[in-house]
């Protein structure tokens, strides 16, 4: 079995990829994320943007973003899980990282949605809970998959740092969540086929925190895994069935590309570093209102109008608004955290 010092060398070559980038660049690339899911997000039923097909296509790109988000994520828990802390602390400061945001934003959304639908207070908890989602299929899925590998992580972790051969435990993990869910989805259906459907997006999480040691030592990747995964995802497009997922291995050459654009773009453009960043910190409350206000702002009976041709107008309106609460809902959360946790936590 090859060790993981010949996978991730620490000496540069000319085609070897940092993974120290994959830090330096973190919030940028958040930030990048972020706007892509919203791109993505236009032409979902409820916003219905009317796009070239070519514009449409550039825009769908966007949904690996989540897959990003999901590899980042697992590369920061085991950066997070290295700190000298208990098991406790160690959960309050996760949950409450995205449980605050969640639930400022969380709690109006579904009372209106309860409220319009004609439903009770156990149907708001249910929702709020995230128990919803997987019986309806409907709200923010990133979280509700977020929170259950957040459990399952200090233990995920345990069995990772301390295997001898780090790199065969992660693919055992990642290959392990990757045929369950595979297999689950074709087997099953409504609720356990959704929850399959949603955790195969995990995978990347997985990967992200076994590739943790190697970022936190600055070890380099060849960038022969670029063409590797387009291969891949290319071969996954000709199957008679055209797999959904083909499309999610394209994240690690993305995130790669990405960083290279950050490095050589970032440095001479700092506006454009700055807008990245701002929304970097900032992506999970872009993601739940550009979720949660579309439905809304739907309810009002103002969109048939000529004005709103091809519905660009509606969803201009729920990016601005958007934003705005983001940016509210985030110092919320800052205030929040900074008066009951401790600073590090922010």
């Known amino acids: 079995m090859m060790s993981e010092l010949k996978l991730f060398p620490q000496s540069r070559g000319r085609f070897r990829f940092p993974l120290s980038n994959l830090t330096e660049y973190r919030t940028q690339l958040m930030g990048i994320c972020a706007i892509g899911v919203i791109l993505c997000h236009a032409v979902m ?15 769908s790109l966007g949904n690996q973003g989540v897959d990003v ?29 995205i449980g605050i945001s969640y639930l400022i934003l969380a709690i109006p959304f579904y009372g209106w949605y309860v409220t319009h639908a004609g439903g009770n207070i156990l149907d708001f908890l249910c929702h709020l809970s995230l ?21 399952i992580t200090p233990f995920m972790g345990k069995c990772i740092d301390k295997s001898k051969n780090r790199a065969l435990t992660t693919c055992v ?26 955790f195969l997006r995990s995978v990347p999480y ?3 925190y076994g590739l943790g040691k190697a970022v936190r030592e600055k070890r380099n990747v060849t960038w022969w895994i670029c063409p590797i995964f387009a291969a891949l995802f ?23 590309i990405l960083c290279v654009i950050a490095r050589f773009t970032f440095a001479y453009v700092l506006w454009l570093d700055k807008v990245f960043c701002w929304c970097g910190k900032r992506s999970l409350e872009l993601y739940l209102t550009n979720i949660f206000l579309p439905f809304m702002l739907r309810d009002i009976p103002i969109w048939g109008a000529v004005w709103n041709k091809g519905n660009y107008v509606f969803y201009a309106i729920v990016i601005v608004l958007g934003v705005a609460v983001s940016q509210a809902v985030y110092l919320a959360k800052k205030a929040i955290l900074l008066r009951f946790f401790t600073r590090d936590t922010v």
Request: glycine letters at 8%.
């Open 45 to 59: 039923p409820v916003n219905g943007v009317v796009l070239p097909w070519l514009v449409e296509l550039f825009f």
């Open 69 to 97: 988000f999901f590899f980042l994520s697992g590369i920061g828990m085991y950066y997070s899980l290295q700190k000298n802390i208990s098991l406790k602390e160690w959960y309050v400061k996760r949950l409450s990282a």
């Open 131 to 151: 128990i919803g989602f997987w019986l309806e299929n409907f709200g923010a899925w990133y979280i509700a998959v977020l929170l259950p590998l957040y459990m």
């Open 173 to 198: 993990f990642l290959f392990g969540v990757f045929f369950l869910c595979w297999i689950g989805r074709a087997l099953t259906t409504g609720l356990w086929q959704n929850l399959f459907v949603r």
């Open 206 to 208: 997985f990967l992200g």
């Open 234 to 256: 290319l071969a996954l497009t000709l199957l008679p069935d055209r797999i959904s997922f083909a499309y999610n291995v394209l994240f690690i050459p993305i995130v790669m």
